[in-house]
């Protein structure tokens, strides 16, 4: 009885010695494996300044040109109003803008781009009440976009003028989207109010004939 307990105390310690020693050697496989594979480098974008004149400088202007047709087209007075708004706040915007860029010596672009081109001559086309829905709804995609670009720029620029101005006119942008926002609510439940009073009269003109 004895001959088998120590035997199987012999062969216990044999098992947590072949346990540990194996441990051992899978834990110095895996340090040396760490040790052999590179590091990997985490990259971290950081916005150019001459990116951000650019964009703002194309989207600014673009807003300008967009307000200025719409003081003239559009049918609704809210939107005439909120195109002129656009038309005085950019303007300024523009201006500051291009005496921060002329000290950095950052070409500042002349026309607004080949999208925001064919967006001004797809309003051209248009008139009245779809005019004013297709000019809004630019103007609230269009201040998205600006209001992403702005904020990214008043965290990441490293130019602290330019940095400045972009977080100054963050507020300005996310008041013109909230705006543009609402005028397309507007836009959308007149054009809806009228397609139901149309339906009404059509099945009110149908009943008659029956």
């Given at each position: 009885m004895?001959k088998?307990?120590?035997?199987?105390?012999c062969l216990?310690?044999?098992?947590?010695?072949t346990a540990?020693?194996?441990?051992?050697?899978k834990?110095?496989?895996?340090?040396?494996?760490?040790?052999?594979?590179?590091?990997?480098?985490?990259e971290?974008?950081?916005m150019?300044?001459?990116?951000?004149v650019?964009?703002?400088?194309?989207?600014g202007?673009?807003?300008?040109?967009?307000?200025?047709?719409?003081?003239?087209?559009?049918k609704?007075?809210e939107?005439?109003?909120?195109a002129?708004?656009?038309?005085?706040?950019?303007t300024?915007?523009?201006?500051?803008?291009?005496?921060?860029?002329?000290k950095?010596?950052?070409?500042?672009?002349?026309?607004v781009?080949?999208?925001?081109?064919?967006?001004?001559?797809d309003?051209?086309?248009?008139?009245?009440?779809e005019?004013?829905k297709?000019?809004?709804?630019?103007?609230?995609?269009?201040?998205?976009?600006?209001l992403?670009l702005f904020?990214?720029?008043?965290t990441?620029?490293?130019?602290?003028?330019?940095?400045?101005?972009?977080?100054?006119?963050?507020?300005?942008?996310?008041?013109?989207?909230?705006k543009?926002?609402?005028?397309?609510s507007?836009?959308?439940?007149?054009?809806?109010?009228?397609?139901?009073?149309?339906d009404?009269?059509?099945?009110s003109?149908?009943?008659?004939?029956?």
């Amino acid at each position: 009885m004895k001959k088998i307990m120590i035997f199987a105390g012999c062969l216990s310690i044999i098992l947590y010695t072949t346990a540990c020693n194996s441990g051992n050697e899978k834990q110095t496989a895996e340090v040396k494996q760490a040790a052999i594979e590179p590091k990997k480098v985490v990259e971290v974008t950081v916005m150019d300044s001459k990116e951000f004149v650019e964009k703002a400088a194309k989207g600014g202007m673009a807003e300008v040109e967009m307000g200025k047709l719409a003081v003239k087209n559009a049918k609704d007075k809210e939107v005439k109003n909120f195109a002129q708004m656009m038309v005085d706040d950019h303007t300024k915007a523009n201006n500051e803008l291009k005496k921060i860029a002329t000290k950095q010596n950052i070409t500042v672009p002349t026309s607004v781009g080949e999208e925001n081109t064919m967006m001004l001559n797809d309003l051209k086309k248009k008139t009245g009440a779809e005019f004013d829905k297709a000019y809004i709804k630019h103007m609230v995609d269009g201040h998205k976009k600006m209001l992403d670009l702005f904020e990214k720029a008043s965290t990441e620029l490293k130019d602290t003028e330019l940095k400045n101005y972009a977080a100054t006119n963050v507020k300005t942008i996310q008041m013109h989207y909230d705006k543009a926002t609402a005028l397309e609510s507007k836009l959308n439940a007149t054009s809806s109010s009228k397609m139901n009073k149309m339906d009404d009269k059509m099945n009110s003109g149908s009943m008659k004939s029956h």
